[in-house]
């Protein structure tokens, strides 16, 4: 059976839910404040519900979309006891809102929007927004940094995996965009980068690789072989890993 990239998270939808990263709470803070508490969300590509679980404390409510059925699951935990919320299993591209969930006040997704078909997801975010409602996108994504665990991280991938170009860091800068279609038309956009750290132990570090989509797809033995080096690599040094991110926020305003 061939693995779809974009669907091989959910492999291990626990484990990603507890290796991978949160947001940063002034992200979450500014992007309740383009809409006001008391909204309504579309979460899409919504994985386990790290951000909708945050926009829902933050006192949004709406509907979180996820393709991956495990994934989706854990996302209902989250979110179990809250009747103003509901996670439906779907990929973006095919949802389709009952008539009390449209117009939204606000779209997002968090660490997702590159998944969807370029042709689809700002066409189809634009008709499910109401005038003035917004589009809120973000990423998780490594600060430059250059330290010895980097430095000693970055020699095991040259050994044992140099086809992955994200050697030793976690998570994805935001993507370039083309241009937005002609029939989706947003005002012109917010952009801000929030800077936070995490510590890892070798083990956590190891977790967060395994949650990612190109480590995911290595053969078994060469993944092995790699998470031990790097392991052993962070042991080494202490056992503990710094890494800096940088969470960058798309947000833009329908017209």
Known sequence: MVREQR???GEDAELYDRARPSYPAALISDVVGLVGSGSRVLDAGCGTGKATTLLAAAGLHGVGVEAHAAMGEVARRHIAGRPDWRIDISTFEDW???ADDV???LLVSAQAWHWFAPEVSFTKAYSLLKAHGWLAL???GPA???SPARQAIDDAYRRYAPEIPYRGVSGHRRPEFGPVPENAQFNQPI???YAWTQRYSASEWVDLLKTSSDHRMLPAAQRDQLFKAVAD???SLGGGYEHPYLCELWAA???
């Open 96 to 98: 389709a809102p009952t």
């Open 138 to 140: 973000w990423w998780n």
């Open 103 to 105: 117009p939204f006040d």
């Open 7 to 9: 669907l091989v998270f």
């Open 144 to 146: 430059h940094f250059d």
């Open 191 to 193: 952009e801000r980068t």
């Open 253 to 255: 305003e329908r017209i």
């Open 233 to 235: 690599t962070i042991e």
